[in-house]
């Protein structure tokens, strides 16, 4: 597979699980093979080489392992639907530790400096659409997972996403 742009991010196995006909609906990420995760730094570099590789690793060697639990839906404008994980502080230091060791990679190409953490399950949809979606994901609440991980996900030419490395944490 071709090397095209890349993302760091922690999957979410169990919303695929619970909502993820949601995802398919109503988030065309997903039906371009993007599992359920939260966005750790987008976009990244591309290809990943050994010492990018080896600065990722150590980010993890410094984390330890966590439980994650997305209790509640939550919306930004445009209308994103999405859910928020918990503990938040621990995924916004994820994130901004992240962003600070590769500041050639700002977070979403420097549009959201300081971006939320959070799992996307819709959008572009219409405020009424994004209403019925929130109240459909609540009674799927709460997801939780065990995070042991960062994932690197690779497009190819087509536009399809897999999975490329992962990296352990602690």
């Known amino acids: ?20 006909d949601h995802r398919l609906r109503h988030d065309a990420s997903a039906a371009r093979g993007v599992p359920a995760h939260v966005t750790v730094l987008f976009p990244f570099r591309s290809p990943v ?16 392992p966590f439980e994650a639990r997305f209790e ?19 995924f916004g230091a994820l994130l901004a530790v992240t962003a600070d060791r590769f500041p050639d990679c700002p977070p979403y190409e420097g549009t959201i400096p300081h971006p939320i ?21 609540a009674p799927a609440l709460p997801i939780t ?23 352990p944490l602690g």
């Open 72 to 90: 509640s839906v939550g919306r930004f404008p445009g209308d994103v639907v999405w859910l928020a994980p918990e503990p938040a502080e621990t």
């Open 49 to 64: 080489d050994a010492p990018t590789s080896e600065q990722v690793a150590g980010i993890c060697r410094d984390m330890a």
């Open 117 to 137: 953490p959070h799992l996307t399950v819709g959008e572009f949809m219409s405020i009424a659409d994004a209403d019925d979606l929130s109240a459909a994901l």
């Open 1 to 20: 597979m071709p090397a095209g742009r890349t993302a760091l991010v922690v999957l979410v196995p169990e919303a695929d699980v619970a909502i993820g």
């Open 145 to 167: 997972t065990f995070v042991s991980e960062l994932t690197l996900l690779v497009e190819d030419d087509a536009g399809r996403w897999a999975t490329g490395h992962r990296w």
